[in-house]
Each structure stands twice: as C-alpha cells, then as structure tokens.
C-alpha cells in the first residue's frame, strides 16, 4: 500500500447529451460516418469511446484510434486485447503494468465527492486498459461508464482528477 497516487477516472461520451455544431467525420479507409456533434468527438478523442444516438451498421459506439489518428466503429468500449470495458471496474494505467493487475483504494485524496469516494474504494478495480497520458507510473485512470447528463465533466461528482491517494496493488 502506498500514497501519493494520482487517480482521474474516463468514460463514454453520449451523442444525446451533446449539440451543434455538426461535424462529418469518416473511418481509417475513408468511409463517412455521418456527422456528430462536434463537442461529442472532441471528447471521444479524449476519451477513447463514444455512444451514437442512432447506430451505424449495428455499430452503437465510435472509437479513436490514438496511434493512427483516425475515427473506427465498435459494438462496444474496449481496452486492451479487445477486453470489454466495465464500468467501475476497469482501470487504465501505463504500459508497464500487467493487465489484470487488481487496484484497491484505500483512501481517495483530496476534493473527490464523499459518496463517489465511499464507491471508488468498495470496487474491485483491475488493470484492463493502457493509458496514454499516463506517463506516471503512480497514475490510474478509473473508467466509470457512461456519462448521465449534459456538462457531465463540470456538473457529476463522479468526475474527478485527485492527486495524494493512497492505493493497494494486488498482483
């Protein structure tokens, strides 16, 4: 057990809970995707995942491809080796850590909600997923589902990026 970790936690943008302007955007090969809401893929490249309003070819979610810089359809989130993400489970960390290496909380740090809190530290976290902004090897990113209303950054006490956790590695 050790402190001085820094915890954010990533989610699914939702088309719905976002507006004009419209962007078109178009797949690695090519292939238009439609337009979006520009804010949406804004923090789909951000985030990784995002859910359609309306499916395209029975894909529900548009992903980033961080390497190649190019949009891709999915049928869900995933991390790495194609695992599905689960919310309040999953955790994206740096390269150097083993995928399936378990993560307890133990205490948040400062400025995180004190029910979201009690939550972040009742789960049963699992290293799933690389961060690539995640440079810091005492840094893991929580992924926590969906987001639930518009302005979730600024308005969900879900969201959150503490620094001074103190964090448990269960290998």
């Keep these: ?3 001085g970790w820094h915890l954010t936690v990533y989610y ?7 507006g004009r302007p419209l962007q078109p955007i178009a797949d690695c090969a090519g292939l ?3 337009k979006h809401p520009l804010d949406f893929l804004d923090r789909v490249q951000t985030e990784g995942f995002g859910r359609f309003l309306t499916p395209i070819n029975e894909n529900r979610y548009l992903g980033w491809d961080f ?3 190019c949009w891709f359809l999915a049928r869900r989130p995933v991390g790495v080796g194609d695992r599905p993400l ?3 489970v999953s955790v994206a960390a740096a390269s150097t850590f ?12 400062p400025n995180v909600d ?16 690389h961060c690539g902004g995640c440079s810091d090897p005492k840094h893991l990113d929580l992924y926590i589902g969906e987001e639930d209303r518009p302005d979730f950054e600024e308005l969900s006490p879900s969201y959150f990026d503490t ?9």
């Design 12 to 18: 699914t943008p939702v088309e719905s809970y976002h």
């Design 1 to 3: 057990m050790t402190g």
């Design 67 to 69: 390497d190649r810089r």
């Design 163 to 171: 620094h001074g956790a103190v964090v448990a590695l269960v290998r």
């Design 98 to 109: 083993a995928t399936g290496t378990g993560v307890r909380v133990v205490s948040c740090g």
């Design 114 to 129: 004190e029910t979201v809190c009690a939550r972040v530290k009742g789960a049963a976290w699992v290293v799933e997923d």
């Design 86 to 88: 689960r919310e309040w």
């Design 32 to 34: 238009a995707l439609g």
